[in-house]
């Protein structure tokens, strides 16, 4: 069974950072795409980023684009999110996801598909980590 760990969280000031971490274990597939979504209150789960298993294919949704950044740590079998230049807007829980294909092939596949988009895609997911920008 995939379990998915979120640390990282917490409370920052406009223009701060953070890095978010996501631990994952129990996968029966050597190839899993990893997605970070957040929920903000009153809106709409929304993907904000997600990495290949060979992390040459990236996704980001418009609005972190050149602000944040996703990678991986396969020793560690971990997924980093950081995130700079963090705006009020960007406050939300942010929760970690994952979904395993068959071949590398696939999960690039399928993020250039646009699987990051939806959190249908996703199997698996974290407890989610409260980040709140505020000063």
């Known amino acids: 069974q995939v379990q998915l760990v979120e640390s990282g969280g917490g409370l920052v000031q406009p223009g701060g950072s953070l890095r978010l971490s996501c631990a994952a274990s129990?996968?029966?597939?050597?190839?899993?795409?990893i997605g970070w979504f957040r929920r903000a209150p009153g809106k709409e789960r929304e993907g904000v980023s997600c990495?290949?298993?060979?992390?040459?294919?990236?996704y980001y949704t418009d609005s972190v684009k050149g602000r944040f950044t996703i990678s991986r740590d396969y020793t560690k079998n971990t997924v980093y999110l950081q995130m700079d230049s963090l705006r009020p807007e960007d406050t939300a829980i942010y929760y970690c996801?994952?979904?395993?294909?068959?071949?590398?092939?696939?999960?690039?596949?399928?993020?250039?598909?646009?699987?990051?988009?939806?959190?249908?895609?996703?199997?698996?997911w974290g407890q989610g980590t409260q980040v709140t920008v505020s000063s």
């Open positions: 990495i290949s298993t060979g992390g040459d294919t990236t």
């Open positions: 129990g996968f029966t597939s050597d190839n899993y795409v």
């Open positions: 996801a994952a979904n395993q294909f068959r071949t590398s092939f696939e999960s690039r596949f399928a993020l250039n598909q646009g699987m990051c988009a939806t959190h249908l895609s996703f199997a698996s």
